[in-house]
């Protein structure tokens, strides 16, 4: 895909604006606005929790992108994919409900990713990603807790 067919995914960068601001709030693309319009337009209810048409049409769809997201990342079975607000809920549910020992991360890590393994007090390496040292330092650690790409200098970690 050309960057220009990328751009008119996204509305808002209709008036030629380069965004960078991505770490605090993502650009959506149309594909997404109208999924979101649709919903509440449509079928604004809530999902799991009641029995009438619009809140059974939200679990579907729901389960529908938990299957696709699980095929996409090859995991074993669609429950294996939640949802959260964003990382770092994700990232505090993991710490609180796995609580490991000792934990790695890296030297470009978001706070939302150090904070959650500070406050635990579980053992907490940070090192450079370099492959070799990174696979000398997790050979007794609990969790690997990395982000794909720095918010600090959007270097991007092939994983």
Known sequence: MKPEQLRESFPSLNNKII?????????RPKQV????????????????RSSHQWARKVTEQ??????KIAKFINAKKPEEIIFTRNTTEGINLIAHCLKPKKVLTTDKEHNSNLVPWQTLGCEHRICRFDLADFAEKNKDVDLISIGC???????TIDL
Do not use: H, M
Not at 35 to 45: G, I, L, M, T
Not at 62 to 67: D, G, P, V, Y
């Open 33 to 48: 606005i109208e999924a979101v319009k649709d919903y509440y337009e449509n079928y604004p209810a809530c999902a799991g």
């Open 62 to 67: 729901i389960w529908q992108a938990r299957q």
């Open 149 to 155: 790409t720095s918010n600090l200098d959007g270097q």
């Open 19 to 27: 965004y960078f601001d991505s770490a605090c709030q993502a650009l």
